[in-house]
């Protein structure tokens, strides 16, 4: 390699990773609001969850981020589903594991409105989100390099976060996309900033959903951690928003997206902390 491709390498390294410490990582997806907000399963209370139209739903509200589930068909098709079987949210029964994308694609989702709503598949919600929304991805069951190359086929590498739940995917999605950013819960036994430390460089990580202890706040923040706690639930309310905010966090996943950009605007908090580009 030449010294020119060396020196436009070296650029290009330096727009996909940002040095913090001891450990580089992955900058998050661009957002336009400082405070983020990240409909879970989409606007879901409005729609089904993890479908098309509440994903839509999402991008007409001005959210920042859609959270999707990731799962796996018999013949290897990925597509959008929590659970991991298709009983009660759909009108059928059985694992999607167990199921074939044709069988899964004939079913509806579980509606009120008599609209009928199908389970939709990973590339479909990539482009319904391209260039409109990022996408959280609960990666739940599903084979990383195919998730990643739908990613790259998208053209949705950086506007997307992963969520990891188990070491095997994170090993895997290091491995194979080292510029898309990760986050996965932390051990609720760090109490200390060496600890935190310790656990970061030993898995680097670009955004959790959760506090090991309030002190380690600040830590997480010179650690490049952005936080984006979780507060989806029934009863959501502005005294639930406030108390997760005044921990100094980044972002918030809930149930009820309208509700929360609205207190978030009447405020003056939607631009009140700087997220994206740590």
């Known amino acids: 390699m030449n010294l020119k491709k060396v020196f436009l390498t070296l650029i290009l390294m330096s727009f996909i990773s940002i040095t913090f410490g001891q450990r580089t990582i992955v900058p998050l997806p ?18 089904p969850e993890n479908s098309i139209a509440a994903m839509e739903e999402a991008i007409e509200l001005g959210v920042d981020y859609v959270e999707i589930d990731l799962r796996t068909t018999r013949d290897g098709h990925l597509v959008l589903m929590h659970n991991e079987t298709v009983d009660g949210t759909t009108n059928g029964k059985g694992r999607i594991q167990d199921l074939t994308l044709d069988e899964v694609q004939k079913l509806s989702l579980n509606v009120k409105d008599g609209k009928q709503y199908r389970v939709p598949g990973f590339i479909e919600a990539l482009k319904t989100c391209k260039n409109r929304i990022n996408i959280y991805l609960d990666f739940k069951a599903a084979n990383v390099l195919k998730a990643y190359q739908e990613i790259q086929a998208a053209g949705m ?6 969520y990891i739940n188990k070491t095997d995917d994170y090993k895997s999605w290091r491995a194979l996309a080292p510029q898309l950013p990760l986050m996965s819960g932390l051990p609720k036994s760090i109490k200390t900033k060496e600890e935190l430390a310790a656990v970061l460089q030993q898995m680097p990580l670009e955004a959790t959903d959760n506090i090991p202890n309030p002190m380690l706040v600040e830590a997480m923040r010179e650690n490049g951690l952005s936080i984006f706690l979780d507060v989806q639930m029934a009863n959501e309310d502005p005294i639930k928003w406030k108390a997760a905010m005044d921990k100094g966090i980044q972002g918030l996943q809930t149930d009820h997206p309208a509700a929360l950009i609205q207190y978030l605007k009447t405020n003056q908090l939607r631009n009140g902390l700087k997220v994206s580009g740590l």
């Open 30 to 47: 661009k957002c336009k609001n400082g405070f983020i907000v990240i409909a879970h399963r989409g606007s879901h209370l409005v729609k």
């Open 157 to 162: 590498q950086k506007q997307v976060l992963v």
